[in-house]
Nanobody, 123 residues
């Protein structure tokens, strides 16, 4: 059984930064691609970023490109999301997930999810 635990969320002013972490336990982490999604109140869960298990490729939603950076440390079974230049519209619950197969930007491509961490950006 795979378990994912996110941390690092909080309240930050617009223009600030946060770094989210996602620790994966239960099975091999290094062989799995990873993704981050977010869900704002009243909205569907949307893709934010993804990284392959070799760390050779990363993918971003247009809305976060140039501001967010996804990374991973396979020795620590941890994925990260560095978020800079945060905006009020980035306010959401952020989830990490293990990629199974299919398009990185599709929720249906992921098979294990964390419980989420709240990010709130004040204007």
């Amino acid at each position: 059984q795979v378990q994912l635990v996110e941390s690092g969320g909080g309240l930050v002013e617009a223009g600030g930064s946060l770094r989210l972490s996602c620790v994966v336990s239960g099975r091999t982490f290094s062989g799995r691609n990873m993704g981050w999604f977010r869900q704002a109140p009243g909205k569907e869960r949307e893709f934010v970023a993804a990284i392959n298990f070799l760390r050779t490729s990363t993918y971003y939603a247009d809305s976060v490109k140039g501001r967010f950076t996804i990374s991973r440390d396979n020795a620590k079974n941890t994925a990260y999301l560095q978020m800079n230049s945060l905006r009020p519209e980035d306010t959401a619950v952020y989830y990490c997930a293990t990629h199974n197969r299919g398009a990185f930007a599709s929720r249906e491509s992921y098979d294990n999810w964390g419980q989420g961490t709240q990010v709130t950006v004040s204007s």
